[in-house]
């Protein structure tokens, strides 16, 4: 008994001074029990991916672990509708399925501008004062702000940007900058010097940075930008592998590489503005000088346009048109990448479409779009370019309104991500044959419809259309892909650039094709493809690929240049 009461007293002494660390357990445990409870409360409430740690939450996944996050929520209830991801600094919400999609795309309520602030800030080095300016523009980029913002005029900023981006690369724009491209493409060719003796390079991602990079840039934004800036290219593809960093906010005292290159194209741009601003302000130069310094008129326009925007100066404008040209080519670039990868490690591809362009071309004396449009197999390969490749996240925000997805309701303010791998690789949607090809691999004939095939066409539910008598030949087809095929979003937000991005990666395939042989020096044909920035950009080849390039040895009568 004595024994026993010493034995009780030791083990009270023992434990006394962790009483206030048992009791703050129990109180956390319960609190994240009634959490957990509360997440998972209302029946109309998007339900919560799971997590296990708690402060962290699905932060790490989401972040640094795109593909396999992504994949795991796929999986999760094969679900279509909305699902709350809960992170360290905010919750957002997926929306998945192309009825649900689309709904979003068409939501006059809903805005990019928050977005396109945290890129401003994060990514492209915007002051946050600045950067204020987009956080505060709660009125969307419509003619008429969204219900319930009380803006001024003066402070839409995301109202004023949309308006030049879509006047400068899909209206008036579109036509001069596509003949600068094509001509800048050409000129940058010849001076690679190829003839008909195979040339070698160590790496094929960087012979198309540096052609189509110089080639876009040149066409978008004049030759002064990257006569200002030597190397302008070169870094901007090396930001391009670290921009990751920057919107994960990791610290510059952990890895200040991003920081630096962000720091020195700011600058190289800065510099740019200077070079046109001091040809624009010149006594003796020509209109016509003046715009081709800021690459056109609509782009001149557009630095006016933010200088004199609320709290805009000479860094922030800096920054602004960082985000564009990032935007202008670090998408397009690989993009058109993939498509030569997969026309040239493939020779029967390489065959038809040489062919088709020999027979659409034949009057042509150039790459006329509409020629180029005519050629299914081309359409083809460009449309399973962008499927299998782009994994971007599109966002949107709902300033004013709660939004409605299927029975869940998003509460205002809500922060919302379409991802279009997601909607590239939904099998309910997607067309696989059986399996025999998965959606995880490119299938150059996707998006044909072979009127005697009846498993052929890119949808799996798409009504086929009953051939006509004497109809043999494929047909290019995106029928009943609506919010399923998402490359550029849509709606009043879908990318600005997306038809010059069609003519660039139409026109540089054919061009190769018609004039150029290229063989890629891989083990695997074609070389295995990556996702390095899962939710910022698009695929690229997964290793250093060597390849070989030279002029064709018998040039097709109707060989371009
Ligand atoms: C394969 C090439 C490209 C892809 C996959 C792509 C994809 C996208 C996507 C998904 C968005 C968001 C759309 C939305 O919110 O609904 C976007 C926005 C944007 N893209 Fe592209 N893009 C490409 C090429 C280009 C090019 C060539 C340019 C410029 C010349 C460009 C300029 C922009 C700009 C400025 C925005 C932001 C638009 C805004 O402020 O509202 N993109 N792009």
């Given at each position: 008994m004595e024994l026993h009461h010493t034995l009780l007293r030791l083990n009270h002494q023992d434990i006394s001074p962790l009483y206030p660390f048992l009791t703050l357990l129990c109180l956390w445990f319960l609190f994240f029990c009634w959490k957990s409870k509360s997440d998972q409360s209302y029946s109309n409430e998007a339900k919560t991916v799971p997590y296990?740690?708690?402060?962290?939450?699905?932060?790490?996944?989401?972040?640094?672990?795109?593909?396999?996050?992504?994949?795991?929520?796929?999986?999760?209830?094969?679900?279509?509708?909305?699902?709350?991801?809960?992170?360290?600094?905010?919750?957002?919400?997926?929306?998945?399925?192309?009825?649900?999609?689309?709904?979003?795309f068409q939501n006059p309520n809903l805005s990019v501008t928050k977005a396109y602030a945290y890129a401003l800030q994060y990514c492209f080095g915007m002051h946050?004062?600045?950067?204020a300016a987009y956080h505060n523009d709660t009125s969307g980029s419509r003619t008429k702000p969204i219900m319930g913002s009380y803006v001024k005029p003066t402070g839409r900023i995301g109202y004023s940007t949309h308006e030049n981006l879509v006047d400068c690369l899909l209206k008036s724009g579109?036509?001069?900058?596509?003949?600068?491209?094509?001509?800048?493409?050409?000129?940058?060719?010849?001076?690679?010097?190829?003839?008909?003796?195979?040339?070698?390079?160590?790496?094929?991602?960087?012979?198309?940075?540096?052609?189509?990079?110089?080639?876009?840039?040149?066409?978008?934004?004049?030759?002064?930008?990257?006569?200002?800036?030597?190397?302008?290219?070169?870094?901007?593809?090396?930001?391009?592998?670290?921009?990751?960093?920057?919107?994960?906010?990791?610290?510059?005292?952990?890895?200040?590489?991003?920081?630096?290159?962000?720091?020195?194209?700011?600058?190289?741009?800065?510099?740019?503005?200077?070079?046109?601003?001091?040809?624009?302000?010149?006594?003796?130069?020509?209109?016509?000088?003046?715009?081709?310094?800021?690459?056109?008129?609509?782009?001149?326009?557009?630095?006016e346009m933010l200088m004199n925007s609320e709290g805009q100066d000479e860094d922030s404008v800096a920054s602004t048109d960082f985000g564009l040209i990032w935007a202008s080519v670090t998408?397009?670039?690989?993009?058109?990448?993939?498509?030569?990868?997969?026309?040239?490690?493939?020779?029967?591809?390489?065959?038809?479409?040489?062919k088709a362009l020999e027979e659409q071309s034949c009057h042509a004396t150039s790459l006329n779009m509409d020629y180029l449009e005519k050629i299914p197999i081309l359409l083809s390969l460009y449309a399973e370019t962008l499927r299998f490749g782009v994994q971007i996240h599109i966002p949107r925000d709902a300033p004013h309104h709660d939004v409605q997805v299927g029975n869940t309701t998003l509460p205002q303010t809500s922060i919302i991500f379409l991802n279009t791998w997601l909607a590239h690789s939904d099998d309910n949607i997607w067309n696989t044959q059986n399996g025999r090809h998965p959606l995880n691999t490119?299938?150059?004939?996707?998006?044909?419809?072979?009127?005697?095939?009846?498993?052929?066409?890119?949808?799996?539910?798409?009504?086929?259309e009953t051939p006509q008598m004497n109809e043999t030949e494929a047909k290019f087809s995106a029928e009943g892909l609506q919010g399923s095929w998402i490359p550029y979003g849509s709606g009043h937000h879908a990318c600005p650039g997306r038809l010059l991005a069609k003519r660039i990666m139409l026109k540089s395939v054919a061009t190769l094709a018609m004039s150029y042989d290229i063989e890629i020096l891989s083990y695997e044909q074609p070389p295995k493809f990556d996702s390095p920035r899962f939710g910022f950009g698009v695929m690229k080849p997964a290793k250093v690929t060597p390849f070989r390039i030279r002029k064709r040895s018998v040039p097709s009568t109707n060989s371009f240049r």
């Open positions: 296990r740690n708690p402060f962290f939450k699905s932060t790490i996944g989401f972040a640094f672990y795109g593909p396999s996050f992504f994949l795991r929520l796929k999986l999760f209830q094969r679900y279509s509708g909305a699902l709350r991801v809960r992170l360290v600094t905010e919750d957002i919400y997926i929306v998945h399925g192309p009825k649900y999609v689309t709904e979003i946050p004062k600045a950067a579109l036509e001069p900058t596509t003949t600068q491209f094509e001509t800048a493409l050409f000129q940058y060719l010849q001076l690679c010097n190829l003839n008909e003796e195979w040339v070698y390079y160590d790496d094929i991602a960087k012979f198309f940075e540096n052609l189509l990079g110089q080639a876009i840039l040149k066409a978008l934004f004049g030759p002064l930008l990257l006569e200002a800036n030597e190397h302008f290219v070169e870094d901007l593809f090396e930001y391009d592998k670290v921009v990751m960093n920057l919107a994960r906010r990791v610290p510059w005292f952990i890895n200040p590489k991003p920081y630096r290159l962000r720091k020195k194209i700011v600058e190289s741009i800065k510099r740019w503005h200077s070079a046109a601003k001091l040809v624009s302000d010149s006594v003796t130069a020509s209109a016509s000088d003046a715009d081709s310094a800021w690459g056109s008129s609509i782009m001149k326009d557009r630095h998408n397009v670039v690989p993009s058109t990448l993939t498509m030569a990868v997969h026309t040239f490690s493939d020779p029967q591809i390489l065959l038809e479409v040489r490119f299938w150059p004939y996707r998006f044909l419809v072979y009127p005697s095939d009846s498993s052929s066409g890119p949808c799996k539910t798409a009504s086929k």
